[in-house]
T-cell receptor, first 110, second 115 residues
Framework: DVKVTQSSRYLVKRTGEKVFLECVQD?????MFWYRQDPGLGLRLIYF???????EKGDIPEGYSVSREKKERFSLILESASTNQTSMYLC?????????FGSGTQLSVL | AQSVTQPDIHITVSEGASLELRCNYS??????LFWYVQSPGQGLQLLLK??????LVQGIKGFEAEFKRSQSSFNLRKPSVHWSDAAEYFC?????????????FGTGTRLTVIP
């Protein structure tokens, strides 16, 4: 099966810091996604990418950016972290008509 | 615009009992429907999906779901719940067979299984 790996399980950052969340997939597919998961809100799409150096905004892109320099790696960037970005972040890759998710990164911004 | 409603935030069932998790969707075109499960500390895993054809779809771990167009529903069922089924369940609707580029998730239903 497809494997999606998020480099950090837990992160604690301070307000104003620049934060990088890394995601790597082992399949040769183009599509990758970043979601955030909050209680009572489900999953919301932040950004997705169809190919290297290509990105599209999802439903809640404000305060985030992404980088896709290589097919296997899709990074989520918080340019200046804020407390309202404390959340669980899930990366996903697309393969065989479904999404494969990483285990998530729980980010706390203090 | 598409939307998904999971009316039950939390459900508790006894081990061995039957289970039904409700999902209602709103979508203007032909819906592509998914159920995902998230175990504690894990990412989401696809249980099953509906694209077309037989409205009763079978998934992994003994789950099934039935698409009812007239009711705009895609409820998830399992005849006998196991303790390992305790998790959070998400219904999703998307555009296209993958739905991935426009996948809209419900808010989830947390399942607790008591012995």
């Amino acid at each position: 099966d497809v494997k999606v790996t998020q480099s950090s399980r837990y992160l604690v950052k301070r307000t104003g810091e620049k934060v990088f969340l890394e995601c790597v997939q082992d399949m040769d597919h183009e599509n990758m996604f970043w979601y955030r998961q909050d209680p009572g809100l489900g999953l919301r799409l932040i950004y997705f990418s169809y190919d290297v150096k290509m990105k599209e905004k999802g439903d809640i892109p404000e305060g985030y950016s992404v980088s896709r320099e290589k097919k296997e790696r899709f990074s989520l960037i918080l340019e200046s972290a804020s407390t309202n970005q404390t959340s669980m972040y899930l990366c996903a890759g697309q393969g065989r008509e479904k999404l494969f998710f990483g285990s998530g990164t729980q980010l706390s911004v203090l | 615009a598409q939307s998904v409603t999971q009316p039950d935030i939390h459900i508790t069932v006894s081990e061995g009992a039957s289970l039904e998790l409700r999902c209602n969707y709103s979508y203007g075109a032909t819906p592509y429907l998914f159920w995902y499960v998230q175990s504690p500390g894990q990412g989401l895993q696809l249980l099953l999906k509906y694209f077309s054809g037989d409205t009763l779809v079978q998934g992994i771990k003994g789950f099934e779901a039935e698409f009812k167009r007239s009711q705009s529903s895609f409820n998830l069922r399992k005849p006998s719940v196991h303790w390992s089924d305790a998790a959070e369940y998400f219904c999703a609707v998307g555009a296209g067979r993958t739905g991935a580029n426009n996948l809209f998730f419900g808010t989830g239903t947390r399942l607790t299984v008591i012995p």
